[in-house]
């Protein structure tokens, strides 16, 4: 499965390298493919542009292996501490020397490496693949997010009420536990299957724990 034309006008590709004549076949190649990017000619650069990137759309990041003061792997190091990778998945561009210590990276989580020189058609395929990872990502960390703000919609008794439920407990047992009518279990139980757009125990218990 491929990411859709749709998403691809979306996303970004950021190219970390300090080789100007890099920077720039890479994004004469992505502009030929149609997919935004920016270029930075250094970690530092990237760093201090990372403020205004946003995990609402798809991107990944071409980086040097070898650059001047911050090398791309403290770069990556410090990607990892920020958590970034899921959402904005790095390709390595190494040369020959620098295999062994690209393959390691991706053991620490870099989606792939490309070796200089390397064929446009396979590095471009594989930014695909990692923009659609991207876009994966970016979609379960936002619906994440919106089962978290639904869950801190719940009342402090339709979270009592709401983990019992997913115990299996039926209302008369909880309206026992929390000492409360049962009649008052199953409008505290309707609301939070309404809030939470759930049918059933089940789906709570898969949509909450998920």
């Known amino acids: 499965m491929t990411i859709s034309q749709t998403q691809l006008?979306?996303?970004?590709?950021?190219?970390?390298?300090?080789?100007?004549?890099?920077?720039?076949?890479?994004?004469?190649?992505?502009?030929?493919?149609?997919?935004?990017?920016?270029?930075?000619?250094s970690a530092e650069s990237f760093l201090?542009?990372?403020?205004?990137?946003?995990?609402?759309?798809?991107?990944?990041?071409?980086?040097?292996?070898?650059?001047?003061?911050?090398?791309?792997?403290?770069?990556?190091?410090?990607?990892?501490?920020?958590?970034?990778?899921?959402?904005?998945?790095?390709i390595f561009l190494t040369g020959h020397a620098d295999v062994p210590t690209a393959v390691d990276a991706v053991k620490r989580g870099a989606f792939d490496f490309c070796e200089k020189p390397f064929s446009n058609n396979l590095l471009v395929?594989?930014?695909?693949?990692?923009?659609?990872?991207?876009?994966?990502?970016?979609?379960?960390?936002?619906?994440?997010?919106?089962?978290?703000k639904k869950l801190?919609?719940?009342?402090?008794?339709?979270?009592?009420?709401?983990?019992?439920?997913?115990?299996?407990?039926?209302?008369?047992?909880?309206?026992d536990e929390l000492s409360i009518s049962v009649r008052t279990v199953e409008v505290h139980r309707a609301r939070v299957f309404e809030k939470l757009g759930v049918k059933s125990a089940v789906e709570l218990a898969n949509l909450v724990r998920s």
């Not at 979306?10 to 390298?17: G, L, Q, R």
């Not at 292996?65 to 790095?90: D, K, N, Q």
């Not at 990872?133 to 994440?144: E, P, V, W």
Request: proline share 5%; aromatic share 4%; net charge negative.
């Open 9 to 41: 006008l979306d996303a970004t590709v950021y190219i970390v390298d300090d080789d100007a004549s890099v920077r720039e076949a890479l994004a004469w190649m992505l502009r030929t493919r149609r997919l935004a990017n920016e270029s930075f000619d």
């Open 48 to 90: 201090a542009a990372l403020p205004k990137h946003n995990n609402k759309y798809p991107s990944c990041l071409l980086l040097d292996v070898r650059m001047p003061h911050m090398s791309g792997l403290e770069l990556f190091s410090e990607l990892i501490a920020r958590g970034l990778p899921e959402t904005m998945p790095v």
């Open 125 to 148: 395929d594989r930014i695909e693949a990692a923009l659609h990872q991207s876009n994966q990502a970016i979609t379960r960390m936002q619906a994440q997010m919106s089962i978290d």
């Open 152 to 175: 801190a919609d719940l009342t402090e008794r339709e979270q009592a009420v709401m983990r019992l439920v997913m115990d299996g407990l039926p209302n008369k047992l909880i309206a």
